[in-house]
């Protein structure tokens, strides 16, 4: 199962540029991430929100969370060729038994 | 270091024949692991969640005589694609959590590239 969309699909822009990348959720949760995915290769864990924050900054990364949206953004400022890859959200019910929840994705394509 | 060692990282099989995924957890109990496929360019799916000592839990849609999971222990469980056939061909990554540690962080194995030929 899936939790929802992530917007854009597909991003692409230069170095130096910002990248804004949304994530929609269904359902009640405990925390969202965001996970950077190089092609071919396994997950890279970037950020964690938790349900009771609303932002979040972690070096040129910003997250937001609107709970009663049930949205969030990641914000890389600064772009570089090296940020190229795919960006996922995930939620976490934060229960016994309960895994994380992958949104669709979206690609991010930097060029220098 | 990695907290999910995960085994191996590529197979490559013949149409037919199974073959055998694990994940360990090291340095901490995982009575829980998830087990997710990911197809090229598309995001993680969850297939099942393993349980030490029962019968693993399926999402829907994925064949249980299919994908045979076991966790015997409390650091290990492993997925076996029986009678792998092309479209089987993916990656698939498992994960547990680790209540043992403040926050509980879920932590992720590399990944098995499986390609079925």
């Known amino acids: 199962s899936q939790q929802g969309e992530e917007d854009p699909q597909a991003l692409s822009i230069q170095e130096g540029e910002n990248a804004t990348m949304n994530c929609s959720y269904k359902?009640?949760?405990?925390?969202l991430q965001w996970y950077r995915q190089n092609s071919g290769r396994g997950l890279v864990h970037l950020i964690l929100?938790?349900?009771?924050?609303r932002e979040k900054h972690s070096g040129r990364l910003r997250v937001t969370l609107d709970t009663s949206k049930k949205s969030s953004s990641l914000l890389i400022t600064a772009s570089r060729a090296a940020d190229t890859a795919s960006y996922f959200c995930?939620?976490?019910?934060?229960?016994?038994?309960?895994?994380?929840?992958f949104g669709k994705g979206t690609t991010l394509s930097v060029s220098s | 270091g990695a907290v999910v060692s995960q085994h191996p990282s590529r197979v490559i099989c013949k149409s037919g024949t199974s073959v055998k995924i694990e994940c360990r957890s090291l340095?901490?109990?995982?009575?829980?692991m998830f087990w997710y496929r990911q197809f090229p360019k598309q995001s993680l799916m969850l297939m099942a969640t393993s349980n030490e000592g029962s019968k693993a839990t399926y999402e829907q849609g994925v064949e249980k005589d299919k994908f045979l999971i076991n966790h015997a222990s409390l650091t290990l469980s492993t997925l076996t694609v029986t009678s792998a056939h092309p479209e089987d061909s993916s990656f698939y990554i498992c994960?547990?959590?680790?209540?043992?540690?403040?926050?509980?962080?879920?932590?992720f194995g590399n990944g098995t590239r499986l390609t079925v030929t």
């Open positions: 995930a939620t976490d019910a934060y229960q016994a038994g309960t895994a994380l929840i």
């Open positions: 929100i938790r349900s009771n924050e």
């Open positions: 359902t009640s949760i405990n925390n």
């Open positions: 340095d901490f109990q995982a009575t829980t």
């Open positions: 994960s547990a959590r680790d209540w043992g540690t403040s926050n509980s962080p879920l932590h």
